[in-house]
């Protein structure tokens, strides 16, 4: 090699390694203020328990062949929730409402409900012991916790409408047998217990009805929760002086936020304090924020809505059809999204009204639930992401997304455990 080839390749060497040099000692560029808030966030979602309190996943879980140990695509199959999108949103427990639609009430409607509802709960049994490697049946408040630290998820049951009650209130010791912890006492028609917040004819009962009054009474002696959720105003306010242990509602927004019947005035709100109860938020976006009038659209889905069919007794390319449907109308009368901006500023509106102990989450997945940003189970933890930018601690964060409910869960229980005492 000659000396001139020789000095350029030392020249070359030496180049390299300064170079190297310069990207090991270059500084790291630091982090911004959001994207450590984001990584704060995050690192408190995993840490607390997370507890949603509403999701009408067992409606799929009749569907034949539908596994929750698979993970769904959510814009072909219309799933919100399965196993493996609650851990990737850690969310560590949810309940599964057996939700049962308003129809004929007479002996045969009340058969035909109660049916659906024991199918729909010894769905979820079965699933939870199919998949009992990564997710519990889950009975008592201290279950979640107690699944969580053995890395599971904790599956509680509930029941949406009271209308597989019928008229026979033993049904009630029967479904707390089967693992459910709370009852939604109405849904969007009045029944044989209380009246709804959106039925057409208007109140029947002027609340909650005199047998109605003897399933909260049932309920606080067995310890299942009384959910206020979809019931009209007077529903609230019976069930405040009926149930003698705290109330929740499962799924409800803030009125003074979002104008929607389904929502809770401030005073209702300030009586949920006082009963020491809790609202749970929902992610649905007509409770969430005001969309401008557009009577092509509500003709347009009202119409579609008429002609359908119980979507438990939809096949699977029916259902796919109805998806479908939805889809169109929803692309061509497009309505303003409701957004994780929304869900927190009811929070923030809860919290100011009724305190920081009386608000939590109660998503409503697969019943209508989903927005931008928490569209399904895995997107959750951006309500966190939410909640820590605006200022909430982790102790505040904790309480909303679980903490709260479990307490009401516990005094619920306490009730039950004083009446039996009581009884014996």
Same mark, same amino acid.
């Given at each position: 090699m000659n000396k001139l080839r020789y000095g350029q390749s030392i020249v070359l060497i030496l180049f390299i390694m300064l170079a190297a040099c310069k990207e090991k000692t270059a500084p790291v560029e630091a982090k911004t203020e959001e994207e450590l808030l984001v990584e704060k966030a995050l690192e408190i979602h995993k840490r607390i328990l997370t507890l949603d309190?509403?999701?009408?996943?067992?409606?799929?879980?009749?569907?034949?062949?539908?596994?929750?140990?698979e993970r769904h695509d959510p814009?072909?199959?219309?799933?919100?929730?399965?196993?493996?999108?609650?851990?990737?949103?850690?969310?560590?427990?949810?309940?599964?409402?057996?939700?049962?639609?308003?129809?004929?009430?007479d002996d045969d409607g009340n058969t035909r409900a109660k049916a659906l509802c024991l199918q729909m709960i010894d769905s979820v049994v079965a699933s939870t012991e199919r998949n009992s490697d990564i997710v519990g049946?889950?009975?008592?408040?201290?279950?979640?916790?107690?699944?969580e630290k053995e890395g599971k998820r904790a599956i509680y049951i509930g029941i949406e409408n009271g209308y597989p009650i019928g008229k026979d209130v033993s049904n009630v010791s029967l479904y707390y047998d089967k693992g459910v912890r709370y009852i939604t006492l109405v849904h969007s028609s009045n029944n044989d217990l209380a009246d709804s917040a959106t039925d057409p004819n208007g109140?029947?009962?002027?609340?909650?009805?005199?047998?109605?009054?003897?399933?909260?009474?049932e309920m606080n002696r067995l310890g299942i929760m009384v959910d206020v959720s979809h019931g009209n105003d007077s529903v609230f306010y019976d069930a405040i002086k009926m149930s003698k242990a705290p109330i929740i509602a499962s799924h409800s927004n803030a009125r003074s936020v979002?104008?929607?019947?389904? @929502?809770? &005035?401030? *005073?209702?709100? /300030?009586?949920?304090?006082?009963?020491?109860? #809790?609202?749970?938020?929902?992610?649905?976006?007509?409770?969430?924020?005001?969309?401008?009038?557009?009577?092509?659209r509500d003709s347009a889905m009202a119409a579609l809505r008429a002609g359908m069919k119980p979507i438990s007794e939809m096949t699977k390319e029916e259902r796919t059809e109805l998806r479908k449907t939805f889809q169109e109308l929803n692309e061509k009368y497009p309505a303003p999204p409701a957004t994780v901006t929304h869900v927190a500023d009811h929070i923030d509106h809860i919290v100011k009204i009724a305190g920081i102990d009386h608000v939590g989450i109660g998503c409503d997945f697969d019943g209508g639930g989903g927005i931008e940003g928490?569209?399904?189970?895995?997107?959750?933890? @951006?309500? &966190?992401? *939410?909640?820590? /930018?605006?200022?909430?601690?982790?102790?505040? #964060?904790?309480?909303?997304w679980g903490g709260n409910l479990i307490r009401v869960f516990k005094e619920v229980q306490k009730v039950a455990s004083d009446l039996q005492s009581d009884q014996s």
């Open positions: 309190t509403h999701a009408d996943t067992p409606l799929r879980m009749i569907e034949p062949g539908f596994d929750m140990a814009n072909e199959t219309g799933s919100k929730v399965d196993y493996p999108r609650m851990k990737e949103g850690d969310l560590d427990a949810i309940f599964f409402a057996a939700f049962v639609a308003q129809d004929i009430r049946l889950a009975l008592d408040p201290d279950d979640a916790y107690e699944l109140p029947e009962h002027g609340g909650i009805s005199e047998f109605g009054n003897k399933v909260v009474d979002t104008k929607h019947d389904r @929502n809770m &005035t401030d *005073e209702m709100l /300030k009586l949920m304090a006082d009963n020491g109860g #809790v609202v749970q938020l929902t992610m649905l976006a007509d409770y969430l924020r005001e969309a401008p009038p557009n009577a092509e928490v569209f399904d189970a895995s997107e959750v933890m @951006n309500i &966190t992401i *939410e909640l820590v /930018k605006r200022g909430y601690t982790e102790e505040e #964060v904790a309480k909303i």
